[in-house]
C-alpha cells in the first residue's frame, strides 16, 4: 500500500484516530473527524490495518474547529483540539459503547457522562528531556520519542504553566522524565516535595513520584458518584494507591483494607488512613489474593493499571462472590474484557459512568458497578 490516497472517515476509533479505508483495507488517521474526505499517505502498514498522516482534508466536517494549541498535532498529549467538546462527549460514548461490543461481546446500557472542562483542568503532567544534558524540557511528540519544547500547555492547570514558563529558558536539573504536579499555587516536582490535597472534606498526602489523578474537579465527582450512601462491615481496596478511595471508604464501613504495590504510594497510605480501621497491605494483588482467606468483604473496589485485572485477580474475585464490585478503569479494552468475565461469574452491570478526566484526549475514564445477587 504505497503512495497517496483519498478515503473517507467512517467513525473515531478507540484510541481516537479516525478510521478509513483503503481497497477494503482498514486505515486511523488521526486528527479527522467522521464524515470527513482526506487525503492520506500511508506512513505504517500492517497485515490487517495501516496508520496514515492526513495531507489535505479535501471535505472538512462541519464540527472542525480551530485547534486552541499551536503544537496540536506535533504534540503527543492531544487528541481532539480539532473539535469542540459537544463532539468530543459524542465520540468517547461512542468508542466505549463500541469497544464494549467489539472485546466484551456486551451491551453496556446507558452510558452517563461526567464532564469536565474543556481546558485548564490538568494538575499532572509528565516532562520529558529532548535529549541527554540538554534543555529545555518538554512533551514527546505524538508517535515519537523526541520531545517538543513549550512554554504553555493550554490543557495544563495555572501552576503547571507557570513552572513551564519559569524554566522555557534554562531547564532545570533532572532525569529524563519528571513528572509534575500542580496544586495550591505550586508545582510540585523533587522526589521529597509533598502535596497536601483537600478532596471532599479530606486531606490526602503524597509526592509527585506516586500516581494520582490529575483532574481534581472530577476526581471529586468520581469518589461523590462511587461512595455515597456505601456501607457494611468490610472492604477491600485493590490498587489502592495512596489510599484515595480507601479514606471515604472508612466513613461507611468498619474496616477496610488496601492492597497497593508500590512501595512508595503504599507507605503515604499508611499516613493517609486510620489505623484502627484500616490496614495496608504493601504488595502485589495476586500476592494478597493468594494469601487471603477471610470472608468475603460487602464491597471490592478495583482501580487497576491499564492492563486491567491478571488472571490471577479475576479467579479470586469470582471466588470471592462479594456482593458488589466497584470498577474504576483508565482502560476501555480491559475493562470491556474484565467486565465480560464478571458477567460470566454470575455479575449484573448495574451502572457504566464515563469520567471525563482527559478532555482533548480519546482517553477513558470508567467506573461501573457490579452486584451479584
Not at 461490543?101 to 457522562?113: A, Q, S, Y
Request: one cysteine or more.
Amino acid at each position: 500500500m504505497d503512495g497517496e490516497a483519498v478515503i473517507r472517515i467512517e467513525h473515531i476509533a478507540s484510541g481516537g484516530a479516525g478510521l478509513g479505508r483503503i481497497n477494503g483495507k482498514v486505515v486511523f488517521v488521526p486528527c479527522t473527524l467522521p464524515g470527513e474526505t482526506v487525503r492520506v499517505r500511508v506512513v505504517r502498514e500492517k497485515r490487517d490495518y495501516a496508520w496514515a498522516e492526513a495531507l489535505q482534508i479535501l471535505g472538512a466536517s462541519p464540527k472542525r474547529l480551530q485547534p486552541e494549541c499551536s503544537l496540536f498535532g506535533v504534540c503527543g498529549g492531544c487528541d481532539f483540539q480539532h473539535t469542540g467538546y459537544e463532539e468530543q462527549k459524542d465520540i468517547k460514548r461512542a468508542m466505549l459503547r463500541e469497544t464494549f461490543k467489539r472485546i466484551g461481546r456486551i451491551d453496556p446500557g446507558e452510558i452517563l457522562f461526567e464532564e469536565s472542562v474543556p481546558l485548564g483542568c490538568r494538575s499532572r503532567v509528565q516532562l520529558h528531556r529532548m535529549a541527554a544534558g540538554e534543555v529545555p524540557w518538554g512533551f514527546k511528540k505524538a508517535a515519537s520519542d523526541e520531545c517538543v519544547p513549550l512554554r504553555r500547555c493550554p490543557a495544563a492547570v495555572p501552576e503547571i504553566n507557570a513552572f513551564l514558563a519559569a524554566r522555557a529558558e534554562g531547564g532545570f536539573r533532572g532525569g529524563d522524565r519528571v513528572p509534575v504536579f500542580g496544586h495550591g499555587g505550586r508545582a510540585a516536582f523533587r522526589a521529597d516535595d509533598e502535596i497536601c490535597l483537600r478532596l471532599c472534606g479530606k486531606d490526602i498526602v503524597f509526592s509527585p513520584g506516586c500516581f494520582f489523578q490529575s483532574n481534581i474537579p472530577l476526581l471529586e465527582k468520581l469518589v461523590q458518584s462511587a461512595f455515597a450512601g456505601l456501607s457494611g462491615s468490610r472492604a477491600l481496596d485493590i490498587y489502592g494507591g495512596v489510599g484515595t478511595f480507601a479514606v471515604f471508604l472508612e466513613e461507611g464501613f468498619r474496616s477496610v483494607v488496601s492492597v497497593e504495590e508500590n512501595p512508595l504510594s503504599a507507605s503515604y497510605a499508611l499516613r493517609n488512613l486510620n489505623p484502627d480501621k484500616a490496614r495496608v497491605f504493601a504488595g502485589r494483588a495476586e500476592d494478597w489474593s493468594a494469601s487471603e482467606t477471610g470472608a468475603a468483604p460487602d464491597l471490592v473496589v478495583v482501580d487497576p493499571p491499564r492492563a486491567g485485572l491478571s488472571g490471577a485477580v479475576r479467579a479470586f474475585l469470582k471466588k470471592l462472590g462479594s456482593p458488589l464490585i466497584l470498577y474504576v478503569s483508565c482502560n476501555a479494552g480491559s475493562l470491556a474484557r474484565d467486565s465480560a468475565f464478571l458477567l460470566d461469574s454470575g455479575y449484573s452491570l448495574r451502572e457504566c459512568r464515563l469520567f471525563d478526566f482527559y478532555p482533548q484526549t480519546a482517553h477513558v475514564e470508567s467506573l461501573c458497578r457490579f452486584t451479584r445477587d
